[in-house]
């Protein structure tokens, strides 16, 4: 990597400076658009301690669901908690925290922690456990919550295709908290199927501008679908 060419060749240099007790945020919706090489690399690095944002902990062996195995994460803030056997014996049996964010606030966090907003109201979970210590106002009649924004010191993301200065577009359903996240991280790691020359993209088609970006590295993707419904 030089100069504006923010292409890096091996993950090693895509995740350098990622130590233990780092706050990660990973994108995707599932296992839907994640940075599948990264995480793995993560999970060969041994790096724990981690306090992870992301929709999920993905499944039993697979995305996010790797790190579970080494009890490499020590926190997770996510809006759904399913899916996963291991995530759900790590915290009833108090080995890992979890702070379960409904999905509209926890996309919200993030992007006005990508913007500078330290924090916002929200009628969203007013009344429930979510509430719970949080201040209260009441706005036109409405009774809002308090909730404050997320930053991470690492955000790995994913997206369709990159040109050597980091600008991203992502694609169809892969568009999900990763334009968001990709703001929000100190340092923003992009895992793209492909890579192009500055100059080629359409500045009209851009999703994210590479300004956001630090590092890219194309990779190799198994897409593997979280649950395969056929018609009967």
Known sequence: MSG??????????????????????????????IPEGLIKKIYEMGTKGLTCISNNAGVDGFGLGILLEKRQIKKMIASYVGENNLFEQLFLSGEMEVELTPQGTLAEKIRAGGAGIPAFYTPTGYGTPIAEGKDVKLFHGKHYILEESLTADFAIIRAYKADTMGNLIYRKTAMNFNPMMATAGKIVVAEVEEIVEAGTLDPNFIHTPGIYVNRIIKGSFEKRIERKTLKK
Request: charged share 15%; net charge negative.
């Open 4 to 33: 504006f060419n923010k292409v890096v060749n091996s993950y090693d240099e895509a995740l350098q400076g990622l130590t233990d007790n780092m706050t990660l945020m990973s994108g995707g919706f599932g296992l839907c658009g």
